[in-house]
Structure formats: C-alpha cells, structure tokens
C-alpha cells in the first residue's frame, strides 16, 4: 500500500508540474515570433512599391507594417498573420493582393517583426485598431478595407470586425476560440481555467455582420476544420465557405484560397 500511495502521490505531482508549467508559459506556447526580427520591404524584388511603416500604439510602442497603397477606387486588404507568422512571411499574400490591383496592408504585431513590447490579447487588438485608424487617416475609410485573418489573426480579424463596419472579412482557417483549440491539444489540462488570452471568436460572430468569407481545409493539421464549420454556423449571412480536402494548415491560400479570396472580393466590395 505504500509502494502505490508513494506512485500516486508521483503521479499526481508529475501532473501538477505539467499543468504549472503549461499556465507559466502559455504565451510562450501561443506566440512564436520568427527569429528574424526586422527586414524592409525593399529586400524583395517583388515587393517593389511596398513601403514599412512606423505606428505608435496609444500604449506608446513602435509596431511596424508593410503597405502599398489602392490604386484609385479599389479596396484595401488588412491582413493579420498567424502565430508563428511575420511580415516577411505574408510577402507572397501581399504581392497577389497587390498585383490584383487592391492596396494592402501587413501587421506586425507587438513583439514580432522588430515591433516594441511583447504579445497579448488584448495588445493584439490595439494594435489591429492603431493600424486601422492609421488607414483612416491616410484617406481610407472602413467600408474599403477587407479585414483579412489568417489561423491566430481570424480572432483578431473576428473582434475588429466586431466592433466596427468595414467592407468585407476573410478568415482562413479559424477557430472558435483559442481555448477549444488548446483544449483539443491538451485534453489532460483545465485549459479553460488557465487561459489568459483566449479569442472568443464564436461568442463574437454574431456582431459581425459584413459579408464573410471562411476557408478551411480539411487536412488541417493545426486547428482541425471542425472548428471552422462551427464558427462557419454561428456566423450571420451573407456568408461564403470555401472547404477544400486537400488543403492543411499553411497550404490553403496556394490551393484555390487566393483566388477564391480575390473573387469573393471582386463581388463585394464595389
């Protein structure tokens, strides 16, 4: 009975260990920035007209985004990476959106892409809201910007919109909220109790009420497409899906998820 008791209690505190580290470094788990902290725009040859700007957060950080201006008439696309993304890493995104005549604009958030401060939630949507307004004031107005989210960035995308009306939003592969996500990972762990940023976006659907756009393939690997279909569900219409088998996590966008993208803008935003 001793040798048992001795193997529970192990057993137990083993558990409790994994659990404290898990809640100790959650961020750490949720925000990947790439090791590559800053790079212009300028370096790629593809990116020719596409220009770094500086935004300061009303929390006084430096965060950075890549731009290129619409031509006359057409719509600007705000696009917000994933967790592991970084300006650098949305070049090809903003080099179709561009080359479709459409102006665009990449967010590096807090903590990525060589920007001041560390990520969390609610700095995530400050500095979403500093780079709209910035647009704003650069004679772009909310009903020509398509929010566009990708995996992470769908719940930031998802709150913006909420928030305010803008013309259109785009999310490829979403999730409900970031504590289902983690929860289907970590079935062991009370995440639910131990989650401090957690992106409601199923909570937060029903205010959005511009024409959505949501890509998800069912070979996602990350967040599994479940997820999407339900926030798919709880979304008011007009709303498209775009459901490809084929397609996981990182790949969507390259099989069929731009073009369908671009043509969903080209019939909503006029």
Known sequence: MRWLRWLLFSAAGLYVGIVALLFAFQRDLMYRP?????????????????????????????????????????????????????????RYRLKYFKDANMGVLVLGYRGYAGSDGSPSEEGLYTDARTALDWLNAHGIADDRIVLYGESLGTGIATKVAAEREFAAVILESP???????????????????????????????AEVREPLLIMHGEADEVIPQEFGRRLFDAANEPKEGYWPKMAGHNSIFDLGGFLTAAEFIERRVR
């Open 34 to 90: 790439d090791s590559i902290r800053r790079v212009a725009p300028s370096y790629y040859e593809m990116l020719a007209g596409v220009q770094e700007v500086e935004l300061k957060t009303p929390d006084g950080l430096r965060v950075y985004a890549w731009y290129a201006p619409p031509p006359e008439g057409r719509p600007t696309v705000a696009i917000f990476h994933g967790n592991g993304g970084s300006l650098r890493s949305q």
């Open 175 to 205: 999730y409900t909220s970031t504590v289902d996500v983690a929860a289907d990972r970590f079935w062991f762990a009370p995440v639910s109790w131990l989650m401090k940023d957690r992106f409601e976006s199923v909570a937060r659907i």
